[in-house]
């Protein structure tokens, strides 16, 4: 069964804290992404990948960084953790071909203290 | 920037009837995609539908897309209490860069 797996399903940091959050595909998709999801916004694009090494800004890429290394693993870092990035966490991946859905993971619920 | 918005907000239905839900978007689009969570969880993709197709079946699941109105439906016959939960619209812009753009989602209940 294909999948996407986030590290962790539950974090609890603290303020100013550095946090990784990382997330492994095993489809062998070329696109990767971090949304986070509050309630009330929706699904907001943090960043995105489309290849190793590569990277884009989504909609809120202040305060986060991202490292894909390797095609399968694509790592959301937060530089200094700050209460108003208390939320939950989605990676998902997709084939670079057009006509496919995502596939995301369990969603990591990270809560900054 | 949100796309979409869907509507209603919240659906509450008893089991065994239908269930509609609608999604606006305002840029053109590739292909409009519908997503289901599970409270807490992550999203699961349930169809696609291209910008050159005006309905889709899956299922349970009917999908229609009026382009010329930028909206889309989708319905949900003889709900269950196991359909319950949110369902959002994603669009894929006609740029294609990949990235999905989601609405806020429908919350729906199905009381047993």
């Known amino acids: 069964d294909v999948k996407v797996t986030q590290s962790s399903r539950y974090l609890v940091k603290r303020t100013g804290e550095k946090v990784f959050l990382e997330c492994v595909q095993d489809?062998?998709?070329?696109?990767m992404f971090w949304y986070r999801q509050d309630p009330g916004l929706g699904l907001r694009l943090i960043y995105f990948s489309y290849d190793v090494k590569m990277k884009e800004k989504g909609d809120i890429p202040e305060g986060y960084s991202v490292s894909r290394e390797k095609k399968e693993r694509f790592s959301l870092i937060l530089e200094s953790a700050s209460t108003n990035q208390t939320s939950m966490y989605l990676c998902?991946?997709?084939?670079?071909?057009?006509?496919?859905?995502?596939?995301f993971g369990s969603g990591t619920r990270l809560t900054v203290v | 920037s949100q796309q979409g918005e869907e509507d209603p907000q919240a659906l509450s239905i008893q089991e065994g009837e239908n269930a509609t839900m609608n999604c606006s978007y305002k840029?053109?689009?590739?292909?409009l995609q519908w997503y289901r969570q599970n409270s807490g969880r992550g999203l699961v993709h349930l169809i696609l539908?291209?910008?050159?197709?005006r309905e889709k079946h899956s299922g349970r699941l009917r999908v229609t897309l009026d382009t010329s109105k930028k909206s889309s439906s989708l319905l949900i016959t003889a709900s269950r209490a196991a359909d319950t939960a949110s369902y959002f619209c994603?669009?894929?812009?006609?740029?294609?860069?990949?990235?999905?753009?989601f609405g806020q989602g429908t919350t729906l209940q199905v009381k047993p």
């Open positions: 840029t053109s689009i590739n292909n």
């Open positions: 539908i291209r910008s050159n197709e």
């Open positions: 998902a991946s997709s084939p670079l071909q057009e006509g496919h859905g995502y596939t």
């Open positions: 489809m062998d998709h070329e696109n």
């Open positions: 994603a669009t894929l812009g006609s740029s294609n860069t990949g990235k999905l753009i």
